[in-house]
Nanobody
Framework: QVQLVESGGGLVQAGGSLRLSCAASGPNFNNYGMGWFRQAPGKEREFVAAVTWNGGSTYYADSVKGRFTISRDNRKKTVTLQMNSLKPEDTAVYYC?????????????????WGQGTQVTVSS
């Protein structure tokens, strides 16, 4: 079983940057694709970014492409989401999640393990 803990959220002005981290524990971290999702009040959880098990491929929602970067370090069992040029519409709770190898990493239904979430608030 994989346990995930997010950190790095906070309050930032529009145009600023934040770096979210996800620390994983448990065996076989390398067997999982990793993703970031977000959920704003009154909205469904939506895909933000994902990275394959070896970091070889990354995927982004159109709304964050060119502003956010996802990466992973399998030795440290961490996943990072660098968020630049933040906008008020990026305000949400951000979740780290793990999906088995070969899953569709854009689909929330693919993910087996979830962190508790970290709040990101972007002021205008």
């Amino acid at each position: 079983q994989v346990q995930l803990v997010e950190s790095g959220g906070g309050l930032v002005q529009a145009g600023g940057s934040l770096r979210l981290s996800c620390a994983a524990s448990g065996p076989n971290f390398n067997n999982y694709g990793m993703g970031w999702f977000r959920q704003a009040p009154g909205k469904e959880r939506e895909f933000v970014a994902a990275v394959t098990w070896n970091g070889g491929s990354t995927y982004y929602a159109d709304s964050v492409k060119g502003r956010f970067t996802i990466s992973r370090d399998n030795r440290k069992k961490t996943v990072t989401l660098q968020m630049n040029s933040l906008k008020p519409e990026d305000t949400a709770v951000y979740y780290c999640a793990a999906a088995p190898y070969g899953s569709n990493l854009r689909s929330v239904r693919s993910y087996e393990y979830w962190g508790q979430g970290t709040q990101v608030t972007v002021s205008s």
